[in-house]
């Protein structure tokens, strides 16, 4: 099993949410983050001040799959995140060990 942690712009959770529901996936949790990357942020002016934003928000898709659809789900959640701009965000891929289904004690795949 893996876990796909995706870093990407807001406007673009339905996009990618559906793309993953299109390929099977029947389950994912998502969290209001914020954080910067390269673009370092950006500075805005308010009430005639100037300050630096440097966090930006973000949404961040978490989702564990057997391993053999972490290919199609990466590949669908950059194709579908993907503006072109700077600041698109990341995919990241990490094993899990187990997963346990608390109400039935099912583990391993058959837990996700």
């Given at each position: 099993?893996?876990k796909i942690?995706?870093?990407i712009?807001?406007?673009?959770?339905?996009e990618?949410?559906?793309?993953l529901?299109?390929?099977?996936?029947?389950?994912?949790t998502?969290?209001e983050?914020?954080g910067f990357g390269?673009?370092?942020?950006h500075?805005?002016?308010?009430r005639?001040s100037e300050?630096?934003?440097?966090?930006l928000?973000?949404i961040?898709?978490?989702?564990v799959l057997?391993?053999?659809m972490v290919?199609q789900a990466?590949?669908?959640?950059?194709r579908?995140a993907?503006t072109g701009k700077i600041g698109?965000?990341?995919?990241f891929?990490?094993?899990?060990?187990?997963?346990?289904?608390i109400?039935?004690e099912?583990?391993?795949?058959?837990?996700?």
């Amino acid at each position: 099993m893996k876990k796909i942690d995706a870093i990407i712009k807001p406007f673009k959770l339905e996009e990618v949410k559906e793309a993953l529901s299109a390929l099977g996936v029947q389950g994912l949790t998502v969290s209001e983050v914020k954080g910067f990357g390269r673009q370092k942020g950006h500075t805005e002016i308010y009430r005639g001040s100037e300050y630096t934003v440097d966090f930006l928000p973000k949404i961040k898709i978490e989702v564990v799959l057997a391993d053999a659809m972490v290919h199609q789900a990466t590949e669908a959640i950059v194709r579908a995140a993907r503006t072109g701009k700077i600041g698109d965000g990341k995919v990241f891929v990490s094993n899990i060990e187990n997963a346990i289904r608390i109400r039935t004690e099912e583990s391993g795949e058959a837990a996700i």
